[in-house]
């Protein structure tokens, strides 16, 4: 009877993989992938004078840190963010504007791990509002997280 390994668990196995030797990468080393970044919102109906929090995460899935990637955002003219947001791992430039801008670029994102900040907003119109994110480094953005604010 033949047994079949499931690709999933050898895809695992080789992304831990770091020289080698033989053949190949002649420097001995897997180049890193970009890290993912994801957004959530709590809530994500709000009335209007309300806030909700954004949180966006850097995962790094490499067996070695990621230095200097980060995010831009951008909520819009009728967005306050409310208070100082808060941001975990080490940041190497951090900018806010209470008009409703933000961003980060974290010194490193440690291997197998995240880094997060936290944005509290306002918007002080009602509609659907979703902010504006660009990346900083090696770093993929993966869907946005529209808000919707009601009377």
């Known amino acids: 009877m033949k047994k079949h ?6 895809g ?3 992304l831990a993989l770091t020289g080698c030797g033989g053949g190949g990468d002649a420097g001995g080393t897997v180049a890193p992938v970009p890290a993912v970044l994801t ?4 809530p994500l109906s709000i009335i209007k004078g309300s806030t909700s929090i954004y949180t966006f995460t850097v995962s790094n899935g490499n067996v070695g840190a990621l230095g200097n990637v980060g995010l831009s955002l951008n909520f819009g003219s009728n967005v306050t963010i409310t208070q100082l947001p808060q941001f975990t791992c080490s940041a ?3 900018v806010y504007s ?3 801008t933000a961003s980060i670029t974290f010194g490193a994102v440690p291997a197998s791990s995240v880094c997060q900040i936290s944005v509290v907003i306002q918007p ?3 509609g ?4 504006s994110v ?3 480094g090696n770093v993929v953005l993966q869907g946005s997280i529209p808000l919707l604010v009601v009377n």
């Open 5 to 10: 390994i499931a690709a999933s668990f050898i």
């Open 12 to 14: 695992l196995s080789l």
């Open 39 to 42: 957004a959530t919102a709590a």
């Open 92 to 94: 190497s430039n951090f």
């Open 98 to 100: 209470s008009s409703g």
């Open 124 to 126: 002080g119109a009602t």
């Open 128 to 131: 659907t509002f979703s902010p």
């Open 134 to 136: 660009s990346t900083i």
